[in-house]
């Protein structure tokens, strides 16, 4: 089934499909959609379960008629786009932003709005091209769910430097982690490989034997009961590099579910709530100026949502205001 305007399937569950979500309930009937435009379609109210809109969390039941209606997806484009944002340094050759934490960065399967660089271009107006028409200005990303200083070329000849000196890794990049457990030492390097996750296609795995070279440097910044607080510096850029560093030592950064942190944290006698995003942020960037060769370094704010559940973790733990302080003082 080949996705034209207006095309229809209807399926009816059997005895066996009982209690299974809808969108695997779809995507196992029919294979050609992707889950993500499954979940698109029954967000937009495409799919109808006896006659009536569902909901993604629908469990079908044996008998139910289910109906979807598959729309071409219109066509990505960067447009721009009046959302919030927060730029740290502003040149004529490049902009440093404080990416807020759940905003993806550029347009792609399943977001074609809310995305940074839609923020960039109702700001700023133009970026660099050399990224492509998708991608305008974008040199390097972070992930969805991390915050943090990220560089964006304002033309394509900054543009070009600055992925050089990424290609050169002589970008400074250095990341703030909370991580589960004590670490071992106070400070560390890990070298795992990282490849693609051969079981979960939309993770990375740093305990394969093959993989590409990674390196990330650490030290801890504060040891609190059952996790630790860590300064991370990437010398190479792998996708979930930080994170899947971690995980694979057996310390994974608090909140990231996908790499295997409990939904809950335990603190003294407390359980503290579910962090709704990964402890993970983007604390500082250094690189050479495009024109100057100046160096230029820019350190981004730990958001208050972070800020607010280590905090809490030091009064569960019994932490003085002072020793919080002087914990998160260089980052806030």
């Not at 949502?305 to 919080?324: H, I, K, N, P, T």
């Amino acid at each position: 089934m080949s996705e034209n305007p207006a095309t229809h399937q209807k399926l009816t569950a059997a005895s066996g499909d009982s209690g299974r979500r809808l969108d695997l309930f779809v995507a196992q009937r029919v294979p050609e959609l992707s889950r993500t435009r499954i979940q698109e379609l029954i967000r937009d109210g495409h799919v109808h379960v006896d006659g009536k809109i569902a909901k993604v969390s629908h469990r079908v039941a044996a008998g139910e008629s289910v109906e979807i209606e598959v729309l071409s997806r219109p066509a990505l484009e960067a447009l721009p786009e009046d959302l919030p944002l927060d730029l740290l340094l502003v040149d004529d050759d490049f902009v440093i932003v404080n990416k807020l934490a759940g905003m993806v960065v550029h347009a792609g399967a399943g977001h074609s709005r809310g995305t940074l660089v839609n923020a960039l271009l109702h700001r700023l107006g133009k970026l660099s091209e050399a990224g492509g028409a998708l991608r305008p200005g974008i040199v390097h990303r972070l992930d969805r769910e991390t915050s943090g200083a990220m560089v964006v070329a304002r033309n394509d000849k900054a543009h070009e430097h600055l992925s050089e000196q990424f290609r050169s890794r002589n970008v400074r990049k250095i990341y703030l982690a909370l991580v589960h457990g004590k670490m071992p030492r106070d400070s560390g390097t890990i070298t795992l490989p990282i490849s693609r996750d051969p079981r979960r296609r939309t993770r990375m795995t740093a305990r394969a034997t093959k993989g590409r070279h990674a390196r990330t440097d650490w030290r801890v910044v504060a040891r609190l009961d059952g996790c630790t607080l860590v300064e991370a510096v990437l010398h190479t850029g792998r996708t979930h590099q930080i994170r899947a560093h971690f995980s694979a030592t057996g310390h994974p950064v608090v909140g990231d579910t996908l790499y295997g942190a409990p939904r809950s944290l335990r603190a003294g006698t407390r359980n503290l709530p579910l962090l709704e995003r990964n402890f993970l942020h983007a604390a500082r960037i250094g690189f050479s100026h495009p024109s100057t060769g100046a160096w230029v370094e820019v350190r981004a704010p730990l958001p208050k949502d972070l800020r607010v559940y280590f905090e809490q973790l030091g009064a569960s733990l019994g932490w003085r205001a002072a020793q919080m302080e002087a914990a998160l003082g260089p980052y806030v």
